[in-house]
């Protein structure tokens, strides 16, 4: 299993409030997902990426992959309730028969 | 979409009974399936990966005994929780994959009592 590091593990902001959430290995990916969770629910993807120095926008989200494809990171522009949950960075390699391999995840908590 | 439905949603059982998950892929064919395992406020964790008509590969720690998967079609796997116990009661999660994309199922709840 390769390990992938998540951070922070825990973040609470108020609306209107930027935040980047990191997602870093020291082994290469293939693809990197970015999910988000509803409690009691599966991850619902968010983006894909698969190139190395890759840049994806999702409305006020901004999701980078770093050169190596080792690590990746997602940015949130002005925060909304709305984007409240549980964020899962995920790496996909043909040495784990490109079974994903999850991050710890980061619980967002924007307040009004 | 692709769709992937889980089977039950919720299921209390009593200790020592058994306890089967199912994972469909409503509208297209797996190549893979994956279940995953999941405790309150924690991530993901890989419990299995499954191909259809051959042996589940298991993680690390994960018991095949206790965690009986098949996998009959290139749409169904099903997921055996075997002798449950409360340390069992979790979230699971499977996902269906096919080359490109990773899909996944709704959770099914399971606590044991």
């Known amino acids: 299993t390769q390990l992938l590091e998540q951070s922070p593990q825990f973040l609470s902001i108020q609306e209107g409030e930027n935040l980047t959430v990191y997602c870093n290995s020291s082994?290469?990916?293939?693809?990197l997902q970015w999910y988000r969770q509803e409690p009691g629910e599966g991850p619902v993807l968010l983006v894909t990426v698969v190139t190395g120095g890759e840049v994806k926008k999702l409305k006020r989200l901004t999701f980078q992959f770093g050169d190596a494809r080792k690590d990746s990171s997602l940015h949130i522009t002005a925060a909304q309730p709305g984007d409240t949950g549980l964020y899962l960075c995920a790496g996909e390699s043909p040495n784990s028969g490109y079974a994903l391999n999850f991050g710890k995840g980061t619980s967002l908590l924007v307040t009004p | 979409g692709a769709v992937v439905s889980q089977h039950p949603s919720w299921v209390i059982c009593k200790s020592g009974t058994s306890v089967k998950i199912e994972c469909r892929s409503l509208d297209f064919q797996a190549t893979t399936m994956f279940w995953y395992r999941q405790f309150p406020k924690q991530s993901l964790m890989l419990m299995a990966t499954s191909n259809e008509g051959s042996k589940a590969t298991y993680e690390q720690g994960v018991e095949k005994d206790k965690f009986l998967i098949n996998h009959a079609s290139l749409t169904l796997s099903t997921l055996t929780v075997t002798s449950a116990h409360p340390e069992d009661s979790s979230f699971y999660i499977c996902?269906?994959?096919?080359?490109?994309?990773?899909?996944f199922g709704e959770g099914s709840w399971l606590t044991v009592v």
């Open positions: 082994s290469v990916f293939s693809s």
């Open positions: 996902s269906a994959s096919t080359v490109s994309q990773h899909y």
